[in-house]
């Protein structure tokens, strides 16, 4: 964790009412996911980690959904509604009235700015205090500013933003470009919006505009540089939802690797922020970690794998496979071609092999569910082996059923078990066995047609054929003959 130079300010205004237009979708690009948590949640951590005495949240467009997420991800923010989106001035205002009196510093942050750190933050407050500034902004320094507002200087002192589209050739050619997040003294930041006016290319209030404002009155106004622009970056579209998505994962992945995590290729492996891994585990390509999802040590997982909060324990193997909800213990294996639904719990060192699905399904220690098997509703005992082909027939199409084995017990391949069933420890079923019944401890169950043979058949079928050629082309039912 890198270190946090400053902290504890008035308050954090967080602007979160714009349309997201340009994301085209039905989801306000504030709850968009990237390595597993909200744009929205990334930009709150940072906003909470200046400590502010009250964070506010500016809500407008797609605010019901903007609210219900807020909700779970921080439910004691003030929310300050604006009602239509006059601009970003108007949007400080409104958070300004929702806050009330206030005094001291007051940060502004955008929700969409899912990279920005603590360590920026800690950093852009810290410069604001030490050169006693009035405003202090966050800028970078960039080889395309297409788009932004350029930061116009005189020495270390910031005179101005210029929006682009208002912007002359002279402020174009600028490649310092305005972050959009700062630090206000509060009596400024409150004087500065009273007199806002919205001359400009889009009929806006521009909380820019407080820069020239305050800088004509002989104020301090500062900008702290912040040198890695990913920090800076805001989302507008999926093209850049996407570029920071995979550029916040290759820092996840990187550190994983420093701490000691073997992965065999960085560019195709996805780790999510909530991710916990142990010392010498191994990821193949192609793999993604999701969710809660932890991995002991020295466990091997991939390639072709996606695990979403599933516990893998120390040692384990995953190949190839699917598993969501699921527990997997030390030494087990899984894959390749495994399905692992909400609720399986794979005991030490047991096995699940290729084409299994399994869900609700506690398999014990050292158990083998090895081939072609469903296997929902289930326990299967320590030690048990489960046939190639094994169904659990959990559901009989209105309810669905527990059944059960015992330990150490065989089930023959091709087997169907019509839960609730109870099959005892040490038992064997034949295979292609239908069980309906109990099976008590150690016994041996067959349930299936005898097997019958009818010597000469063949060749006495052969000849009838030779005779009719035209007649009986299929072949005779056995059953008729029986
Ligand atoms: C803004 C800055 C620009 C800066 C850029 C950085 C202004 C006038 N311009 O431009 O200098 O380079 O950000 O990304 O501030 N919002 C509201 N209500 C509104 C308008 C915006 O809540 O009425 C929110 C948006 O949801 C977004 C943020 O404010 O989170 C920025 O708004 P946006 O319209 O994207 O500003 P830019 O044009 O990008
Ligand atoms: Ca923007």
Known sequence: MTEVRAAGVAAVIVLAAGASTRMKSRTSKLLHPICGRSMLSWCLDAAVSLQPERLVVVVGQMRDQVEAHLDDIAPSAVRAFQASPLGTGHAVQCGLEALGEVTGEVVVTY???????????????????????????????????????????????????????????????????????????ADLLRAGLAQLRSDNDQGQLYLT???????????????????????TQGVNDRVQLAAV???????????????????????????????ALAGDVEIWPDTILRGATTVG?????????????????????????????????????????????????????????????????????GAKVPHLTYCGDAVVGESTNIGAGVIFANYDGATKSVSTVGRRSFIGSDSVLVAPVQIGDDAFVAAGSVITDDVPDG????????????????????????????????????????
């Open 111 to 185: 929700g969409d700015v899912p990279m920005l750190s603590p360590r920026a933050l800690g950093d852009l407050l810290a410069s604001h205090r030490d050169d006693g500034n009035a405003i202090t902004v966050l800028t970078a320094v960039v080889d395309d500013p297409t788009g932004y507002g350029r930061v116009v200087r005189r020495g270390d002192q910031v005179t101005s933003i210029v929006e682009h589209r208002d912007a002359d050739a002279d402020q174009l050619g600028l490649r310092e470009i305005n972050a959009g997040i700062y630090v206000f003294q």
């Open 443 to 482: 016994a041996l169950a067959v349930a299936r047609g005898r097997q019958a043979e009818i010597p000469g058949w063949v060749a006495r079928r052969r000849q009838e054929g030779a005779a009719e050629p035209d007649s009986n082309s299929g072949a005779p039912s056995t059953g008729s003959e029986l």
């Open 245 to 275: 998505n995979r550029e916040m994962n290759r820092r996840i992945v990187r550190d994983w690797m420093l701490r000691g995590v073997t992965v065999v290729d960085p560019a195709t492996t996805w780790i999510e922020r909530d991710v």
């Open 209 to 231: 505009d407080l820069v020239a404002y305050a800088s004509d009155q002989g104020q301090r106004v500062g900008a702290f540089i912040e040198a890695d622009a990913w920090q």
């Open 297 to 365: 040590e020295a466990a091997v997982i991939g390639p072709d794998s996606r695990l979403t909060d599933v516990e893998v324990g120390p040692r384990a193997q995953v190949v190839r496979s699917e598993a969501v909800l699921a527990v997997i213990g030390p030494d087990a294996q899984v894959g390749p071609f495994s399905y692992l639904r909400p609720g399986t719990e794979l005991g030490a060192a047991g096995k699940v092999g290729a084409f299994v699905e399994t869900k609700q399904a506690r398999i014990g220690a």
